[in-house]
């Protein structure tokens, strides 16, 4: 592709943002916190709030239908997206942290006992350790570490050595949020489920970014955020196999997710009401769904050569900088976009207070994943991480302020 015709999508596909569109004097490059939104997503839930709101599931009158319809209609969309078996094994939570925690206690009720295993890696976010960590010390349970090696992968030999007959579930991420390496989620599910083990993806990252399918990789559960994919915030999905969401009991409890109440005992709303208490986020339902049809209409191979191409091009610009160390693999691509670094000498939060006033939009911090810091003895790093929607114009205003970084902390290069 040459240089005028990726301008000429660029501009395309920018125009469908409006705050970028609005605001061409910012670089965005925090896309693994959240993403900008596409306009079709708040012309849709415009359009619902405007012409069909109304309290879904409840009610028999025209409106409530179509509520309820809109609901239901973009559950549908997500099993597609994800090539689920059945619209029942699709949960709408408000993001993947709400759908981890779910999980953890709902499948540590139903499958685990004292004494029991349950496997994660080092480099998990706090929503995909924290849930597990108070799982295991409410039932006695044993909580175990997998650690990648200095680019950040973890092997199949040290998967196998990890798990034990005690292992009664493996939780991970697909991509990190930190790193940007991809685990070997297919591989590691079927050596799971040869263990007579449950295994869980954390797909905040992988979902937005590369085609995720359910069946392919034969996952037990699957967490991901609407808001880290182009929908609003307060929308979330968990995925799950129909016959364990039928062994599990509810996380919340009160409205829509009861089929008979008396005053001594209920009984549990079939699939995937069971899970779903009190009035929902229709219109958080509506955007996001709106969001998987952006993804359908541009393309997995337009989205997948955009980033793979900024990412290569993001390696081989961030190596060439002095004093600039990118944590994870050594190729661009295995990146997926995110690029977690330090600059000798400099503290993180300086590194991006320097590009903030460039209005260069990146993150610095632990990144919700102190223990992995805490491995690779590196209390906090910066990130930036980039989308489809980004430009090679704004990575070389990225690379161009970082630098000045040194120079600017007094440093004589």
Request: charged residues 25%; glycine residues 6%.
């Amino acid at each position: 592709m040459t240089s005028e015709e990726r301008r000429a999508i660029d501009a395309k596909i920018r125009r469908d943002f409006p705050l970028i569109y609005a605001h061409p004097e910012i670089a965005y490059l925090d896309n693994s916190a959240t993403t900008q939104k596409p306009e079709s997503v708040l012309r849709a839930m415009q359009h619902y709030y405007l012409e069909e709101n109304a309290n879904p599931l409840r009610g028999l009158y025209e409106l409530s239908v179509k509520a309820t319809e809109a609901y239901e209609d973009a559950r549908e969309a997500v099993r597609e997206f994800i090539h689920a078996a059945s619209h029942e094994e699709i949960i709408f939570t408000r993001n993947a942290t709400e759908s981890l925690n779910l999980l953890a206690y709902a499948a540590t009720e139903a499958f685990l006992g004292e004494g029991d295993e349950i496997l994660i890696t080092i480099m998990e976010h706090h929503s995909n350790l924290i849930p597990w960590q108070q799982a295991a010390a409410r039932k006695g349970a044993v909580l175990k570490f997998l650690e990648p090696d200095e680019e950040g992968y973890i092997s199949e030999e040290q998967f196998r050595r990890m798990l034990s007959p005690k292992t009664k579930l493996v939780s991970m991420t697909h991509i990190s949020n930190v790193l940007g390496v991809k685990n070997d989620v297919k591989t590691f599910a079927r050596l799971a489920h040869e263990n007579g083990s449950l295994f869980v993806l954390d797909g905040a990252q992988s979902v937005p970014h590369i085609p995720v399918d359910v069946a392919d990789l034969d996952v037990d559960f699957l967490a991901f955020s609407g808001h880290k994919m182009l929908a609003p915030m307060g929308i979330g999905v968990l995925y799950g196999k129909r016959d364990l969401l039928l062994a599990m009991p509810p996380f919340l409890f009160g409205g829509e997710m009861i089929e008979y109440v008396s005053r001594e005992k209920a009984t549990w709303a079939e699939l995937p009401h069971k899970f779903e208490a009190g009035t929902v986020n229709v219109g958080g339902a509506v955007g996001l769904r709106a969001a998987i049809d952006y993804y359908k209409q541009l393309g997995w191979d337009t989205i997948l050569e955009r980033e793979a191409h900024l990412s290569c091009l993001a390696m081989k610009k961030l190596s060439a900088i002095p004093h600039l160390r990118v944590l994870g693999p050594k190729g661009g691509e295995e990146h997926h976009g995110i690029f977690t670094f330090t600059i000798e000498g400099v503290h993180p939060h300086d590194i991006a207070a320097i590009l903030d006033a460039d209005k260069v939009n990146i993150r610095a911090g632990h990144h919700c994943a102190q223990p992995l810091m805490q491995f690779m003895k590196t209390p906090s790093t910066t990130r930036a991480s980039f989308a489809f929607y980004n430009t090679e114009e704004e990575l070389d205003r990225f690379v161009e302020s970082l630098r000045k970084v040194r120079r600017e902390m007094g440093y004589q290069e």
